[in-house]
Every structure is written in C-alpha cells, then in structure tokens.
C-alpha cells in the first residue's frame, strides 16, 4: 500500500526548499552586485585596509556581512576593520555591536564621542538634525581611519540612497548631483567607497531578516518623520510599485550620462559650438519619439501618437 501525503505534510518540506532557493539568489545577487560595483570603480586593491562603518542599521550590517564573504573569494588579498561610533545616545545599547563583532571574529574598534549632546545643544527642537550630526560624524571617522591605518572607508549606502540623494539635490538644491560610488573624503586624504551602490535596499531588507542583525534603531533622528528624504524615499517606492523596473532604470541613467544634452556650460562648450559637417549619434535625432515596439514603451511611459 503506497503512502498517503497529505498537504500539511508536503507543503511545508515545499515552502522551506523554496525560502533556501530564493535566499541562495540572494546571496548570490548581492555578491555579485557588490563585486561588480568594487571591480567598475576599482574600490579595493592588493593590500587594502579597509574601515568598514557599522551604525547598527540593516545595511551596514549587510556591507560587513558581504565584504566577509567576498574577502574568501577575492583575487586580491585585503583586511577588514569594522568600526563603530558610539555617539552616547540615551539608551544606546553599546554591548550590542562588540559582542556581534567578536563573535564573527573580526577585527573591530568602538569610538566613543559624545556628538548627541553637541547635536541636541546646537539644533533648535523641531529641526533637522542630520547634516550636524552628520558632519561631526565624517570628521570623526577621518581621524579615526588615520589611526588604524585605514587606506579606504567603506560606507553601507545603497542605490536606493544614491537615487534619494540624486532627487533632493534636483528638487531642493538645484543640482543635478548624486551620491558616488567612490570618491576622495572631504579633507582630502582618504578614499570613501560604496560598494552597495548597485544594490536594492529591498534586497538588503531581505538579507538582514535572513541573517537576524542585531538591529539598533537611531533614535537621534529616526523619528524625525517629515524628513524630505523620507518624502523622496515614499515616491520612490510608490513609482517602482507602479511601474516595476523604474527604480533601475533611473540608477543606470547616472551611469550614461551625456553633457552635451543638459545645459551645463562648464562640462560642455556650448558657447564653442561649431558645424563640422560630422553626423553625430548625440544630435537632434536624440530628440526623436523613440522606436519602441508595441506594448514596449518603458517603465511608467506612456506613448501618445498625435
């Protein structure tokens, strides 16, 4: 007589195969999107120390946990320091952190300033506290990555926070300006790089329930809910819901970059323009209604023929 399985029986075995297949996807996604991003901006080389920022939140957490995993498989040797600024917040749980760290067994260093009481001294009750804290924050670490060493400072930023930068430096700055992949630290002397730059953060939400971080809420600015970044972030994911594909679309786009079709006049000599008699794949027939096949516009677009 054969066996009988009954559903409750199966479907369980069933949804613990597909959860371990979709999260093997995952890891995999974001070692490679995190390698990836390292290799096009060459953001860590041969004999590196790099000072990996941990807050507490999910996506630095997440930045340690895949820099470990691609330090195993790296062409190149490099070492990692994991650092973490305790800012004496009320209620800080500051045990969390250095007993996580140990446990993974990497090499970490806990500073201790009391940048909460200057923020909450010098920032009238009701404002924005972010771009103090956040100043005191990056002068800190500076000095911080001199005294270890450090020869690049590695940051948990994600596309989606290069996006919402990209956004509140148009609506609100008046610049087209995002948030790079690498670049050189204000005071000059150090290398800060992101390497989830190409990374989603509903990825990295995914991956910190995988991994049960230790998260440690901010309770400095966390509640300040009408932050216009918090706006920007509200229309981002309403957009992708909308219209899936819309968020990638628009990261890859300040990855293409054309000066010539913007009006800045110092990254391109508009003034200087002359004919040539050179066809040019960058002239007016960038203006044409694109050719898409139908039931083929983009994410969001909707073709109207007059």
């Given amino acids: 007589m054969s066996a009988v399985w009954t559903?409750?029986?199966?479907?369980?075995?069933?949804?613990?195969?597909?959860?371990?297949?979709?999260?093997?996807?995952?890891e995999k996604r974001l070692c490679r999107l995190t390698g990836q991003a390292i290799a096009d901006y060459n953001m860590i080389e041969a004999g590196d120390k790099v000072m990996v920022c941990v807050s507490g939140g999910k996506d630095s957490y997440a930045l340690l946990d895949i820099l470990i995993k691609m330090k195993q498989r790296a062409p190149v040797d490099f070492e990692l320091v994991a650092v973490n600024l305790d800012q004496k917040q009320p209620g800080f749980p500051e045990h969390v952190l250095p007993e996580y760290l140990a446990k993974l067994g990497v090499a970490y260093h806990i500073e201790n300033q009391d940048t909460y009481s200057i923020v909450k001294d010098k920032i009238a009750p009701g404002k924005t506290m972010c771009s103090l804290c956040s100043r005191l924050r990056r002068g800190i670490l500076y000095r911080v990555a001199d005294e270890l060493g450090a020869t690049k400072i590695a940051l948990g930023h994600h596309r989606d926070d290069i996006l919402q930068t990209f956004f509140l430096n148009m609506f609100f700055g008046g610049k087209l300006k995002g948030m790079p992949p690498k670049l050189v630290s204000d005071d000059g002397r150090h290398i800060v790089i992101r390497p989830l730059a190409g990374v989603a953060e509903k990825d990295l939400v995914r991956w910190a329930e995988h991994r049960?971080?230790?998260?440690?809420?901010?309770?400095?600015?966390?509640?300040?809910?009408?932050?216009?970044?918090?706006?920007?972030?509200?229309?981002?994911?309403?957009?992708?819901?909308?219209?899936?594909?819309?968020?990638?679309?628009m990261f890859t786009a300040l990855q293409n970059v054309v000066p010539s079709h913007l009006a800045d006049g110092t990254h391109y000599d508009f003034k200087g323009l002359t004919v040539n008699g050179v066809a040019s794949d960058d002239g007016d027939k960038a203006f044409d209604p694109p050719d898409f096949a139908a039931g083929d516009s983009p994410p969001g677009l909707q073709i109207i023929k007059i």
């Fill in 7 to 26: 559903d409750n029986e199966v479907l369980p075995i069933e949804r613990e195969q597909r959860i371990e297949r979709e999260t093997h996807k995952l």
């Fill in 212 to 249: 049960q971080f230790p998260i440690i809420p901010c309770t400095l600015c966390g509640s300040q809910e009408n932050l216009q970044r918090k706006q920007v972030a509200i229309m981002l994911r309403e957009w992708e819901r909308k219209f899936p594909g819309r968020v990638e679309t």
